[in-house]
């Protein structure tokens, strides 16, 4: 059974600082992994996905990186803003028995401090 | 405007009786999700469907019930049977499910009971 750990499980910055988010999970068998936000009350926004192929993926100050050989992969997040504070989770999609299959870690809750 | 619209906001729930929230999507994508979101916990899957007239149960189904009549739409009965029913409801839509596409999310219903 695919487990998804997110640690920590909270994170205080001052603004402007860069810094690193970890997911990591159990069986390296997957198609992809993506990294979401989730504001308080809201859905979840995709940030980034990355293929099982691919080592990293960018968008603006953010960079996910992946190594499933480690079952791990990390959210880069340059020059924190306020803005950023959210709840980040990952999910690992992957196949599970007979089916495709998508587990979510708990999240991290991210506060950025002005 | 394109998106997943989820209604309602808020729904409460008197003892036995049944709810539907609703979900409507634009987006034109054939796999939709059901996702039950507990605090500090992960997303648990209740329902999916690939395709219209098609449906299947996820990891916790029982209590739950769905239909999909048409490709926009994908409504999810919240029945007495289940027990324990007040968390945050999310529905997503993938265009197309088991395939490296990002999952899109709505705004979700948080269902409390009375």
């Known amino acids: 059974k695919q487990e998804v750990t997110q640690i920590p499980a909270a994170l205080s910055v001052p603004e402007g600082e860069n810094l690193v988010l970890n997911c990591s999970f159990t069986?390296?068998?997957?198609?992809?992994l993506q990294w979401f936000r989730q504001d308080p009350g809201k859905g979840l926004t995709s940030l980034l996905l990355?293929?099982?192929?691919?080592r990293e993926q960018t968008s603006g100050r953010l960079n996910a990186s992946l190594d499933k050989s480690s079952g791990r992969s990390t959210l880069y997040i340059a020059a924190s803003q306020p803005g950023d504070s959210a709840t980040y989770l990952c999910?690992?999609?992957?196949?599970?028995?007979?089916?495709?299959?998508?587990?979510f870690g708990k999240g991290t809750l991210l506060t950025v401090n002005p | 405007d394109g998106g997943i619209t989820q209604s309602p906001k808020y729904l409460f729930r008197k003892e036995g009786q049944n709810v539907t929230l609703s979900c409507e999507q634009n987006?034109?994508?054939?796999?939709m999700y059901w996702y039950r979101q507990d605090p500090g916990q992960g997303l648990r899957l209740i329902y999916y469907?690939?395709?219209?007239?098609?449906?299947q149960k996820g990891d916790i189904a029982e209590g739950y019930s769905v239909s999909r009549e048409k490709k926009e739409s994908f409504p999810l009965t919240v029945t007495s049977a289940q027990k324990n029913p007040t968390a945050f409801y999310l529905c997503?839509?993938?265009?197309?499910?088991?395939?490296?596409?990002?999952?899109?999310f709505g705004s979700g219903t948080q269902l409390s009971v009375l």
């Open positions: 999910a690992v999609s992957y196949y599970g028995g007979s089916n495709y299959k998508l587990t």
């Open positions: 069986d390296s068998a997957i198609y992809n």
């Open positions: 990355i293929q099982s192929s691919q």
């Open positions: 987006l034109n994508h054939d796999a």
């Open positions: 469907s690939q395709i219209v007239n098609d449906f």
């Open positions: 997503a839509t993938q265009y197309r499910r088991a395939t490296n596409e990002k999952l899109f």
